[in-house]
């Protein structure tokens, strides 16, 4: 019986990670220059944006597994990756 728990995490596991946009594929994508609507069709809504000085910086994932993008104006300016 525990088997089958385990396996059935397992499995809604793997669809979530499988499904995301936000991976390495889809990261290599992001070039400066993109504006900020362009990177929401590639990878999604982002988890949380704080601007500051005309700098809008979005965060997509969590601690673990993140995206940081940095935007000026509404084009990135500077991207980095975390563990995708």
């Known amino acids: 019986m525990k088997t089958t728990y385990l396996l059935g995490a397992l499995a809604i596991s ?3 990670f499988g499904c995301s946009k936000l991976n390495n594929e889809n990261y290599a994508k992001i ?5 900020y609507n362009e990177v929401t069709a590639l ?4 988890k949380s944006c704080d601007e500051t000085v005309g700098v809008k910086t979005c965060k997509w994932g969590d601690d673990k597994r993140n995206v940081t993008i940095n935007f000026a ?3 990135v300016a500077l991207h ?3 563990n995708l």
Do not use: E, R
């Open 80 to 82: 980095s990756a975390q």
């Open 14 to 16: 793997f669809a979530l």
């Open 31 to 35: 070039k400066v220059g993109m504006s």
């Open 43 to 46: 990878i999604g809504s982002p």
């Open 73 to 75: 104006g509404d084009n």
